[in-house]
């Protein structure tokens, strides 16, 4: 549920709340009134918190990551430095829950590495590497995307007809597959 439809079920909540209190007087329920009044303020003060919070981009951004990291504190490993590959194969996962559940099959641990506006999750095992890039905003670049792209670069056609063993290609709908040779 979004912020604007919990502000709404809120404001609506406090009117409620208002107009059974109000009836409550007239008809002489000074506990229901003071009860529900107690129970406006509460609504009120939390109208008042979520209307105040801050929702820009990178706020969002940060509770995102702080979530995932307190959640998966035991299975994530911080990563100091940029992480350099060599001839693993890159696969992109779609969500991050995707990545968790192929960390638990791999039975291996989530390495984390922070950037500038994004954050890289990664899986790693044997030859293979899994992804998950989460950025601050639309307009964000990833550092360790941009070393993919250039990686991804190095294998040409040639490379793929020659090769006998995986390939990764990235077609122009930024999805990148794995290509397997199964005869020559």
Do not use: W
Not at 9 to 15: A, E, Y
Not at 148 to 166: A, C, M, P
């Amino acid at each position: 549920m979004n912020n604007t439809n919990k502000i709404i079920i809120i404001g609506i909540s406090i009117v409620i709340m208002f107009f059974i209190s109000f009836i409550c007087f007239l008809n002489d329920k000074l506990n229901y009134a003071f009860f529900f009044l107690i129970v406006l303020v509460i609504l009120l003060v939390y109208l008042l918190y979520l209307m105040m919070r801050k929702n820009d981009d990178k706020t969002i951004y940060m509770r995102k990551i702080k979530r995932i990291l307190r959640t998966y504190n035991s299975s994530i490993i911080y990563l100091e430095s940029d992480y350099t590959f060599n001839n693993e194969d890159l696969l992109c996962v779609g969500s991050f829950n995707d990545l968790v559940k192929a960390s638990i099959q791999l039975e291996t641990p989530i390495m984390y590495l922070a950037e500038d506006n994004s954050s890289v999750f990664m899986v790693k095992k044997d030859n293979e590497i899994l992804y998950y890039i989460i950025y601050e905003n639309n307009n964000s670049v990833s550092k360790f995307k941009e070393k993919i792209e250039k990686h991804l670069s190095l294998i040409n056609e040639d490379k793929l007809t020659k090769n006998i063993g995986n390939t990764i290609v990235k077609l122009n709908n930024d999805k990148i597959y794995k290509i397997i040779l199964i005869r020559k």
